[in-house]
């Protein structure tokens, strides 16, 4: 096992292997309300990057469906954090914010997207993760699309695995 690189060590929360303890809840104005399980993978090899996998699955159909991966930085001496992100749907990101004591709230402040991507387009993306007192960790995404204001897309909870 690796140390981890000391730039990290405010996130060292966050390491490690998160399942959803229930099925997390997915909505929008235009679509049906559905509900989906989740995997969160955290690790580090020493370098001042954590690495992350998000594999997300129908609850009901066990059908894979939204896959994200990607890189967390943070800005040294600072609570800055960077998330770099590749999504499945052929979106990619960056989302900056901050790390204030357990909760991360991040913003993108850079979207790009594959020319055959499906409409429609996502505008902006603001994400929450926090580390509740009881143990479990939390996330909610909203986002705006072309025809959307900024929303919720999806909330959902997580216990660590591993
Ligand atoms: C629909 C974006 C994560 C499941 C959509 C739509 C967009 C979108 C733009 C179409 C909305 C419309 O037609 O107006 C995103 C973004 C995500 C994300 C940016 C991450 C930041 C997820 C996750 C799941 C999920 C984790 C979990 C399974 C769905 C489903 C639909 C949908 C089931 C409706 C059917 C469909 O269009 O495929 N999402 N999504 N999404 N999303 Fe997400």
Known sequence: TVELNPTLLPLEWLLGTWECDEPGEGSFPTIKPF???????FSHV???????MFNAFHAESKKPLHRECG????????????????????LVEIEEGELTG????????????????????????????????D??????????????????HLRITYRRSS
Do not use: W
Not at 35 to 41: A, K, N, Q, V
Not at 117 to 132: D, G, H, M, T
Not at 135 to 152: I, R, Y
């Open 35 to 41: 509900r989906y399980t989740e995997t969160l993978h």
């Open 46 to 52: 020493g370098q001042p990057v954590i690495n992350f």
């Open 71 to 90: 890189f967390v930085r943070m800005q040294p001496g600072t609570n800055r954090v960077a998330f770099i992100i590749a999504q499945n749907s052929g």
């Open 102 to 133: 357990q909760q991360l709230s991040l913003q993108s402040l850079q979207l790009a997207r594959t020319s055959f991507a499906k409409e429609p387009y996502v505008k902006q993306i603001c994400r929450v993760f926090q580390l509740r007192s």
């Open 135 to 152: 143990g479990k960790l939390e996330q909610t995404v909203s986002m705006a699309t072309d025809n959307q204001p900024l929303m919720q």
